[in-house]
């Protein structure tokens, strides 16, 4: 699910204010012109764009499955 893009009138698009995928657990926050990646609330990784921190949460949430028996529980 992507953030609204508060610039959409812009001349000039931008990308959108971050992404949070469905369950809330990866998200992409800006970081002055970076993306910080952030997997439940602990920052795990940093990318220089959009478009890059969408792919990696993507893959990342793509390979993650249930990792402990009290997740699973």
Do not use: R
């Amino acid at each position: 699910m992507d953030i609204q893009n508060y610039g959409i009138l812009d001349a000039v698009p931008t990308d959108p204010s971050g992404y949070v995928i469905k369950d809330g657990m990866w998200a992409a926050v800006p970081w002055g012109k970076k993306f910080v990646i952030l997997h439940n609330g602990l920052q795990v990784h940093t990318c220089n764009n959009y478009k890059t921190a969408k792919t990696y949460i993507q893959k990342a949430a793509k390979g993650a499955s249930v990792s402990t028996l009290d997740e699973f529980l």
